[in-house]
């Protein structure tokens, strides 16, 4: 999607993709190698002018190699491979939130997991997404269990946060200091899955500017927030880059967080363009899914001025993110709501 925003001012893109057929080799060429090969990270950086990542999970290591060997000055890349480094690892993540003062749960290793008492949430360290790497513990018989599951080095343990719901806020902040926010969004997770955004009636930028300022963040950052019941907010983790929570904005009538992005990179001004309240609800795979196509139709006949977005995955698995609906305007939670059901009774009642 970053990509589409590219183009659309005119913009060349390049990507390096382990797979031909993903969504960002569909939309432009791509270098075919896998995220850790530095002799294709270097080749992908002498032949650009911008490069920037989709997801954190390029080893910090990999990039300051391909760095020094393709000779090209580090500031090309947004966000730094300092700041990766940090967010990559949630455990060094944590400790430089921490140190800024900045409040979240506590962290421990995993050894010293039984030590703040029950429930406690182990995490991999490196990795995770949609909740694979984390593992919700509810006494010391599931901690014994999954212990000897993992590499306890590469895991921490949390303190369990009880909050009462959990937000997102995409932060913008420019090479030269400009900062801009989006709106605060409520997230509702299901399985540790993101499943519906929409807007939280409560402004969280403050405390998102700053978690992005403590991981010297330049870039576009989704900053993902526990409210306690008191309205405490509480940082959960950051993401460096455009974020599930921010895919609303595709359709809100302001500035989309691709667009943004793609200026941040540029190094060109932002916007602070804002625009409708808007739900999204994520697409999820289905067991016995058939043609999404119909899917779609069941999902624009149900809610006409849903907004589907589909991102041309070759595979989809049970659980996986497909895609979205956005719906703008009043009752755009029950009406995207509406529209996804019907999308999934489109989608798994098709005959073969
Ligand atoms: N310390 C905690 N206390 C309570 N719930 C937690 C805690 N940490 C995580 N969770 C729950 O688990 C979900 C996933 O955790 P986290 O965001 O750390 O993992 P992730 O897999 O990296 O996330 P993402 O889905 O954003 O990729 C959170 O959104 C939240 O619902
Ligand atoms: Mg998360």
Request: charged share 20%; net charge negative; with cysteine.
């Amino acid at each position: 999607m970053t990509i589409q925003a590219a183009q659309r001012m005119g913009l060349r893109c390049l990507s390096l993709d382990p797979d031909v057929q993903s969504p960002a080799s569909q939309l432009a060429p791509s270098i075919l190698a896998n995220l850790d090969d530095g002799t294709a990270i270097a080749r992908l950086l002498q032949q650009c002018e911008h490069v920037t990542l989709e997801n954190e999970f390029i080893p910090a290591d990999s990039l300051r190699k391909a760095l020094d060997e393709s000779n090209v000055h580090p500031s090309i890349l947004m966000p730094s491979v300092g700041t990766l480094a940090i967010i990559q690892d949630k455990w060094v993540q944590r400790e430089a939130l921490t140190r800024n003062g900045l409040p979240g749960p506590r962290a421990f290793p995993v050894s010293h997991a039984h030590e703040g008492g029950f429930p406690v949430v182990l995490k991999s360290r490196k990795g995770g997404y949609d909740g694979k790497g984390v593992r919700m513990i509810k006494n010391a018989e599931e901690l014994a269990n999954t212990v000897a599951e993992i590499q306890p080095d590469a895991w921490m343990a949390e303190s369990f946060v009880p909050f009462r719901r959990e937000l997102a806020v995409m932060v913008s902040i420019a090479s030269d200091g400009a900062v801009q926010t989006f709106p605060t969004m409520e997230t509702v997770q299901v399985d540790g899955v993101c499943s519906l955004v929409f807007p939280a009636n409560v402004d969280a930028s403050e405390i998102a500017i700053e978690a992005v300022r403590a991981v010297q963040g330049r870039g576009l950052f989704g900053v993902e927030l526990f409210e306690l019941d008191n309205g405490e907010i509480q940082i959960n983790e950051i993401a460096p880059r455009p974020h599930n929570t921010g895919h609303y904005t595709l359709d809100w009538g302001g500035i989309s967080q691709f667009e943004q992005h793609v200026r941040l990179c540029m190094n060109w001004p932002l916007s602070q363009e804002t625009g409708q309240p808007t739900c999204m609800a994520n697409l999820l795979g289905q067991p016995g899914a058939g043609d999404f196509r119909q899917a779609i139709q069941a999902a624009i006949q149900a809610v006409p001025d849903a907004h589907v977005h589909w991102y041309g995955k070759a595979l989809s698995k049970p659980g996986r993110k497909m895609g979205h609906i956005n719906v703008v305007g009043d009752n755009a939670r029950p009406r995207a709501e509406s529209a996804r059901a019907a999308f999934y009774r489109g989608w798994v009642s098709e005959t073969p």
